[in-house]
């Protein structure tokens, strides 16, 4: 079978490590890729959001599964375009998507269906949204509705932060048309935990635990990024707090679709929030997190082709996602400034003899001239297992420290609670 995966970052590269494992798969393609993908495969230069374009080399190609990573490709539609000319993917419909591209959809959805999450009010006036704002407690956390590279959240102290953070989304359109609409939420006081759920439209299966990084720098300071980090399982979800996510969260969302009429097959990623009175949910994800997948894929023990075939096609109560019981680290490497403005074109060394601890998979990278040279904000998602969380983290670290490239900065802190805990 031969197989397309659209993205270009991490996740992309850890999802085409994992899909080349399988011996089902005679020829893999991704659209448009970096350098990682390139060695395990042909990069295919068309844009994650030209759907057209990929539906035709899809089947010029012969492909038989897609696989879309990005949310933005999702959020356009490109698995209801596939399917109207009957080609086989991976991913919820743009209907199913709403969950991730619209904060008020998914909010509205956790209310209507009794899914723990954070009060809130959502506004497209910016003078409405300035006076709710006057008359709730501080902190507020104040979201852009759209898609925003993981970078549309403020946490506004007071008045005055809320005031700038609404300006800036709604007047100055620091994120564009997802600031058309704003969320505006109470402050979750907790430890944040992420969660993976393949959902087939009537059952779903849920993967280990994991715990994402999500500010650029250690202790959870800094701006929010894409993600400096994750690791696999998180000790923080013990067995009782699973059972409560179970029960609270994918059961109810599960339920829900029914109820609704919606058709939902994918990927399904809320973010939580350990609070004290359990878990609650931050957001709605439908595709698979970056950086977690890489950590994910070095845990997964079935074919990665079989998972996915079993979700396209309603079977996920017969089959069993089997998971190694090794723990799993990734610490990203970053290009100076990430997440504001930074340089491209850095060369980059070191990664083979990274790869003697761990596995590097590539984000912000291409070849030029012969060089491997930074492409993004993100570069690299260095990634290494190990038998306990100690071990994982000095294999991952010793991998990180083999690698340079001018400007390079990555947190030091990834997994630490884990150890304390």
């Known amino acids: 079978m031969k197989i397309l995966v659209i993205g270009s970052g991490g996740r992309e590269h850890a999802l085409c490590w994992k899909l080349h494992q399988s011996p089902r798969v005679t020829g893999l393609y991704c659209a448009p890729g ?13 844009s994650i959001t030209d759907i057209a374009r990929l539906a035709q080399f899809a089947r010029d190609e012969g492909i038989g599964l897609t696989v879309v990573g990005p949310d933005d490709a999702l959020a ?12 086989r993917i991976f991913g919820p419909t743009r209907e199913g998507a709403r969950f991730e591209s619209s904060k008020s959809y998914a909010k509205q959805f956790m209310e209507r269906h009794g899914i723990p999450t954070a009060q809130f009010g959502e506004f497209t006036d910016s003078a409405e949204a300035q006076k709710y704002c006057q008359r709730m407690r501080y902190p507020l956390v104040i979201k852009a509705d ?15 932060e809320a005031a700038m953070a609404i300006y800036r989304i709604m007047e100055q359109r620091q994120f564009g048309a997802a600031g058309d609409r ?51 399982p998180a000790p923080i979800l013990t067995p009782e707090l699973e059972r409560q ?10 339920r829900g679709l029914a109820l609704d ?34 950590p994910y894929m070095l845990r997964l023990k079935s074919d990665l082709v079989d998972v996915l075939e079993a979700v396209i096609d309603g079977r996920l109560a017969d089959f069993p996602v089997e998971w190694s019981n090794d723990v ?46 930074t492409s993004g904000g993100r570069v690299l998602g260095v990634t290494a297992t190990g038998a306990n969380v100690r071990a994982a983290r000095e294999k991952a670290y010793a991998a990180v420290g083999q690698i340079q490239f001018e400007g390079a900065q990555y947190r030091q802190d990834i997994a630490a609670r884990a150890l304390r805990g």
Not at 147 to 157: D, E, N, P, Q, S
């Open 34 to 46: 970096n350098a990682g993908t390139e060695a395990l495969g042909r990069n295919v230069p068309i």
């Open 76 to 87: 356009a539609g490109i698995v209801d375009h596939f399917q109207s000319l009957g080609l």
């Open 146 to 160: 759209g898609l925003a590279l993981g970078k549309g959240v403020m946490i506004a102290a007071n008045p005055g």
């Open 182 to 232: 704003v969320v505006i939420e109470e402050f979750l006081q907790g430890e944040e935990c992420s969660i993976h759920a393949l959902v087939d439209g009537r059952s779903y299966a849920l993967f280990p635990s994991a715990q994402d990084h999500k500010r650029a720098l250690d202790g959870d300071r800094g701006l929010n990024t894409g993600g400096m980090g994750a690791y696999t």
């Open 245 to 254: 996510v179970r029960e609270q969260v994918l059961d109810p969302f599960v």
């Open 261 to 294: 009429g919606l058709t939902f097959k994918g990927l399904l990623y809320p973010g939580l929030m350990i609070t004290r009175e359990g878990p609650k949910v931050l957001e709605f994800n439908c595709r698979f997190g970056d950086p977690e997948t890489q």
């Open 328 to 373: 799993s680290v990734c610490v990203v490497m970053a290009s100076g400034g990430y997440p504001g403005d930074y340089e491209k074109g850095k060369v980059i060394s070191g990664v083979e003899a990274a790869e003697r601890y761990g596995t590097v998979f590539h984000a912000g990278t291409r070849w030029v001239d012969g060089r491997l040279v």
